[in-house]
């Protein structure tokens, strides 16, 4: 809150390149190169800072640190029919979900749906990035994944699962896909981390302290409470969807077994997993009629009676919304983030980020 | 309100009984009477009673009136390697639901994924009975399915989406399937018809005037909320994924296009479309590990501190709980549906179904 000056808008392109080269200092393969900065870039471009290029100064740390395997031999180890297990080699967790995703296209374009296991993966940014990749390739995709525990159960006063997020993208005819990428918390625990730096009440119910019991002092705040207020026990249900998808399906450790992210371990692998999915449209009605389909849902959808003083979107329109915005304009770091990407840039010799022009 | 009176325990096998040959009275097939009959017997069972055997007056009322074909010939009109489209006939939901799941299954175990469209079906009721069947038989279930317009968006004031379940039932090794069964609303509309015959508050956030206005005025609720509160945008969104799955995938009719269930026309084929998932655990890992990562899992989570004066329950526990309750004592049923029960027994002259013994 001490800095007062405007912060310099920065263009994508100059944040996607500075990422790359960034991995590739630090000796991480092309591949891993590529996969984690689309995925961190797919959060910035749509305003998902939280999972944007923040992570980079984390991800660089645990790539030096070997809890990431900076060269991984990604490989099928399992699975039949229109099903694969694939074995992530410890990547950085973006480049198991996407060329798991790239697998699951695949099969779904052979076999009508496509499920994909990945193991040995870590933490995979945005889940959103993989549904996305699906529906950009004209399918649809979903992604899951559980994380280090941060979330009560309904009724519970621990932290069991992670905000353990459940992504779904679906191909929209001449637009953006339909997006879905959601925690299963009401809210991601960077919003109380941000609280608590500002010092501002949480929203009630989102929140508990040690005991379980709900609280807005984001001090006090233990763990998040699961999506659904006094209905919790469905958002915690559906963080077991994603922690039996991403989790006990590929064999890898659930949310309370795992190593935080933070930390102070960066040299051991978490053996996080994660699962994607992908069904194809044209196995089950020609493409017209599930185009039209989509179209007049989400024409109905958007031209809905709003209450008053709002407007109504689709999911995934917010973000749109966001992502043209910076594309145009650029995108300011955060204080943290920006003295971060000063060293990394120093360290290893890097041009910083440019500014957008004017 | 004004009956006083103990209501008798009926037992489960004769309820069943009572339903199967009320259906075959009205001329439903077999394959219909045993469909229709185990979808409502699974919600009687589990406690789910808004999907019970008060759903049997409905049903035969829609089997006699036409909206619901009597012999309906189900049959597979396309998809290719794992996934398939059934046509079900305008027959009563369950069967085209019951049949979409086991062909899922098959596909699952030689997929090890399986993904089936059904279309020209009707209200499938407890979206449960499906997810579990597939997890009885030893693989992961999922069903999906739109339903008449009930619920309004988030910051939305019309209703837009019907109250959209979303069930995955996943199995135990020596125990009861994990069991998700919720709408994407936060309540079901028959809450708030209870609450109006009961004349009680809504709780906040569950319910919207005719304007999208938040009430808890039961004679003022005009639609549902989405799950959520104020982060209702993810209950809208998942909605949206049963609408998705469940209509446009199926080529069937948008929530908004669907006929009232409660008629007045009950002659005329709905349109609902339903989706069917199923995943072979075989195909990701070999089953011990699976059974040893979910018993993992449920008991850490069983045994996890509760908030003060709770309890926590995997998704699930209370209706096996409940389960276990009544096939040893039995089900009451409301007051309207016993009434329509005598008459069922009257008109087609078939026993009423026998309390439970003592």
Known sequence: ??????????????????????FLAVG????????????????????????????????????????????PQVRKTGGFGAVEVIDADHAQGAVGAFHGMDRAIALARQFGVGAVAVRNSSHFGPAGAYALAAARQGVIGMAFCNSDSLVRLHDGAARIHGTNPIAVGVP??????????????????????LYRSLGIELPGGVASDAAGQDTRDAMQAE????????????????????EILGAVLTGMKLSFDIASMDGPDFSTPRQLGAFVLALNPDAFLDRGTFD??????????????A??????????????????????????????????????AARFGLPMPAATHG
């Not at 959060?43 to 290029?53: F, I, K, N």
């Not at 024409?299 to 809905?304: A, G, K, T, V």
């Open 307 to 344: 209450l008053a003083g709002s407007r109504v979107m689709a999911p995934g329109d917010r973000e749109w919304q966001v992502a043209a915005e910076r594309r145009q304009a650029g995108v300011a770091l955060d204080p943290a983030t920006e003295s971060a990407f000063a060293q990394i």
């Open 172 to 193: 929209v005819a001449g637009e953006d896909p339909w997006l879905l990428d959601m925690a299963t918390s009401a809210i991601p625990y960077n919003r109380v981390l």
């Open 28 to 71: 991480a393969d092309e591949r891993t190169a590529d996969a984690a900065t689309r995925g961190m870039m797919h959060a910035t471009e749509l305003g998902v800072d939280s999972h944007g290029v923040r992570l980079l100064p984390h991800y660089l740390r645990a790539l030096e640190g070997g809890r990431l395997n900076r060269t």
């Open 292 to 305: 039209a389909g989509m179209r007049r849902y989400l024409d109905m959808l958007r031209s809905s009676r």
């Open 1 to 22: 809150m001490s800095d007062e000056t405007p912060r310099p808008l920065l263009s994508l392109a100059e944040l996607d390149r500075f990422c790359r080269q960034a």
């Open 223 to 242: 763990m998040l409470a699961p999506l659904g207020g006094e209905f919790g026990f469905k958002g915690a249900a559906l963080a077991g969807v994603a």
